[in-house]
């Protein structure tokens, strides 16, 4: 009767239990986006930039551009099944770009790859 009851238990409450993880990990895209430490702020590292290309600051943009593109890479592995790839792609793409015109220290051409990263940012998981 004991193992009737296990079994019973088991055919229930697992597939529940996979469902239920499933459709948190896949609707936690807005939720796993946020940083949960301090080498994970995309976010502020990319409003950074922002303030240092207004400053004329290259080397603290260079920087920051760094650490962007590192916390993009740890925040890509929470919300790689979350949100659409072309995102993730897109993402990626304003990240390089930001990095080439920090180099070339062409500031309009970051303004305008920054705020599309922050309209990019703002649609992922959401």
């Not at 796993?32 to 400053?55: F, S, Y």
């Not at 990626?92 to 015109?101: F, H, P, S, V, Y």
């Not at 790859?113 to 703002?122: A, C, G, K, R, S």
């Amino acid at each position: 009767m004991k193992i009737g009851l296990i079994r019973k238990i088991m055919v229930f409450a697992v597939p529940i239990l996979i469902l239920t993880v499933s459709i948190a990990v896949m609707a936690g895209g807005s939720i796993l986006k946020k940083p949960w430490g301090k080498d994970d702020r995309v976010l502020d590292a990319v409003q950074q930039i922002e303030k240092n290309v207004r400053a004329k600051q290259w080397k603290e943009a260079k920087d920051n551009a760094d650490s962007a593109t590192e916390a993009w890479k740890k925040i890509v592995n929470r919300i790689q099944f979350s949100v659409e790839r072309d995102y993730m792609f897109e993402i990626n793409g304003a990240l390089a770009r930001i990095k080439g015109g920090i180099e070339a220290k062409d500031d309009k051409a970051i303004m305008e790859e920054i705020y599309f990263f922050y309209d990019l940012f703002d649609g992922l998981g959401g």
